[in-house]
């Protein structure tokens, strides 16, 4: 017979058996009848002759395998009865284990799509970042992206390596567009030959870029992303062979990338190609992000090796131009440092959402401890049933199982409904879209996520029912019948697996408040932090470029930002108005170089550390309300005359010449080719790289530059500040826009935002923390005290007797209060210092999401400590208060 | 599962007998009970709900045969009927305990050691 038969045979099987059990009973009984014995008697020694029968009949039938799979499925239905008999405690326990898993989910789903899922190009893992840092350069580390390429730098390693299939450089931009509707200022991104080859992803339309398109002065071509094909094609097939007029420049589109194609992890509208002119590039220019995709089977340490041969080869190929030493970059120390394209697109969110998956589990914990005490107070009034059913021959392990098949149905159901509660979370996360996390747009509840709550749900279950399941699946079945249906006050034992809950939820309520707590003195410490500019909510910031290609003389572009300072200034509301280069935590890439003061002197071979410059127009400090430390603002005059006058910060004046007032007057250049520039102003330091980052010095210049002999140099794409009570609204946005439009109808505006939202931006990775910690915070202390009152109350309750007892011997109500308040605070105070000693174990782990505040900050961890203090003594007090005033004899007479 | 009787016997002992029983003739499980008890002169008590899933288990690894019989008292009754394969089982497990035993005499026996 194989094994699929039998199954079908097995009732047959089963019925044969009993009958045969029978009748071997009713033999027996014949012959001790026959024996002379009675009827009766005889029935029953043939009974404890033959033992249990419903024992025996079990085992017999376990010799087949099936009954295993039986008994499982008869727990199942047994579980689901008894959860549908209760629903008040199914419905707390579902509830506690949804919100649990839910989050847990939800948070995973975020960790999984974020972190865990590879990059959305094929063959990802080969694909990096070519990362390089410059120990040697000093002032350097001040900027985030380490030591970017330059344009000679790509060109020697995309030539001269061995271990990459493709390399390319790019850089982010934006591009105005005219000739289609209103102009328009779109997201570009300009690469070289290179990057699309590494990235791997074919054109939906058309073709990518070649080597042909690259040539400097040759044919202009154009590449479109999906959504901006779509939105002003309208998805047109013909598209491909069509001119636009970018920057003023007639382009032709030569593809379009497909739906969903992403550069890294930014959006963008077109992608113009880069053309260096090969004739004129020197050594310098570190303004180029490099991307490369390795040859199979490369490592990151190979491809160092690689790039760290190649630089010498680099500094003898170029040059920065006559009488230059090429090796001076020797100094910098120059030291590749490639990362996965990954790293580089998740930047430090990892560390973050780490924490955040880990206080979210924390959570978890709490919810599995307040569901199995639920279980367990409910286990003690099943203590009966439990007897009876051993009595009726059932083993401790089937009772223990019977037990675990409940529990995680419980934990089944809850997870499932978890998942329901993890979409929802989700979605909300992805619709409110924090800023700073990449790859929102991929964060989605896939198998892997729905695997993880079912492992979850599996796994807290037996969790929370391992615990009751032990403790009262116990042989303890007589005393069990007995003294069922009157309890007698509860046993120490008893009392210990709770307080045990009580201690362990406490002490995690702990560790999640204080890193709540932490996050939210942070914030503060940043919201005391002087950022170098007043009124961001006023402050109304856009972003207006003037290609070369519209406007050809610096002088033209200066008179033409000059009048549209002027047209702002005059809209009714406007304070003031002026431009820079950027606003601080704007994020553009910086322009920066060394700087040399005519009072110093310096070495040959020193390079002096390099400053950010920023490039500004008069009456941009007034507007953006930068406090002036010493001297005054730059004047139009100077503008236009293009005086040699230079405005720097307070810490770059102190470190300089010691004080702010010392440095004006003084004098100072970029290279020994240019005039001495005079400081005629020093400014308060301004955090541009983010309130959490230490202001860098910085050293500000006229927006045009150069001497009466040329025409200089003026800085094209600026963002205007202009100071109103109505920033942000549409009308005055409209009125913006048509002051700018009045002055030159072809220039498009940008990043038409307020300064706060900027600055919103900047602080959003801290926010984030903050939201998400703040929720499992609120959660734990929600569940946390659910928790600790319900097992409190629930043990004070169980003592109404032993009270009623006490208050009848002639205790005062004072007295048993203020003993069920002392135990109370006596578990209370154990649970909160095992939470106070973890917390500071854990705090390490989270200090470099902090600022301003220490992770052992005595306020935190105090005010948590009371906080929860005062939860457990008004959860014992409660209880025990109604507990006292019953009547004694009441309470005596009580069940 | 396994907790199949209160064994005194060593595990596979049980079995041995029914074994050897249902050599002698076919029988059904009363009968197996009643003569082992007798020929082994009320020596060993078998709780017998322990035969069953030893009977079980003998059939499961097709030692034994089942079928539908009628007993000496007139009664309709599953009969138990030995396989070839019980009888080999039988011998080899009869010749490992002959041995077992004879080994466990001489350690037991005194002035032996």
Redesign the interface.
Known sequence: MNWLSQLFLRRRMYR??SE??R??LE??T?ELVAGGMSKEEATHTARR?????G???E??????RW??IENFFADVRYGLRMLRRNPAFTALGLLTIAIGIGANAGVFSVVNSVLLKPLNYPNPQELVALHQIAPGAAGLADFRNGLLLSPSMYFTYAEQNRTFQSLGVWIPGTANVTGLAEPEQVRAVDVSDGVLQALGVPPALGRWFSQSDQIPNGAERVMLSYGYWQRRFGGDPAVVGRNVLVDSRSREIVGVMPQGFRFLDADFDLIVPLAFDRGKLILAGFGYHGIARFKPGVSIVEANADMTRMLPIWMDSWSNGPGTNPHIYETWKITPAIRPLKQEVLGNVSEVLWVVMATIGLVMMIACANVTNLLLVRVESRQQELAVRAALGA?RARIVRGLLVESVLLGLIGGALGVGVAYVGVRLLVASGPANLPRLSEISIDARTLGFALSLAVLSGLLFGLIPALKYAGPRTTLALQSAGRSISVSRERHRARNLLVISQMAIAVVLMVSAGLMIRTFQALRTVDPGFTGAPRLQLMRISIPDSLVAEPERVTRIQNAIVDKLQAIPGVKSAGFASEMPMEGFDSDWDAIYAQDKTYSDAEIPPLRLFKHISPGFFETAGTRIIAGRELTWTEVYGRRPVVMVSENLAREMWATPSAAIGKRLREFPSTPWYEVIGVVQDVRENGVQEKAPEIVYWSSWLGNSHDPGYAWRTVTFAIRSDRAGTQAFLDELRQAVWSVNSNVPLASVLTMQEVYDKSVARTSFTLVMLAIAGAMAMALGTIGIYGVISYTVSQRRREFGIRLALGAQRGDVLQMVLKQGARTALVGVAMGIATALGLSELMQSLLFGVSAQDPMTFAAVAALLIAVALLASYIPARRAVLVDPVVALRYE | MKKTAKRDLFPGALEMMILQTLRREPSHGYALVQHIRRTSHDLLQIEEGSLYPALQRLLKEGLVKAERGVSSTNRSVRIYRLTTAGAKHLEREVSSFARMLEGITHVLAPGES
Do not use: C, K, P, T
């Open positions: 044969e058996l045969e059990i009748e071997h033999e027996m014949d002759a033959f033992g249990n029968v024992l025996a009949e085992n017999a039938r376990g010799v087949w009954v295993s083993g």
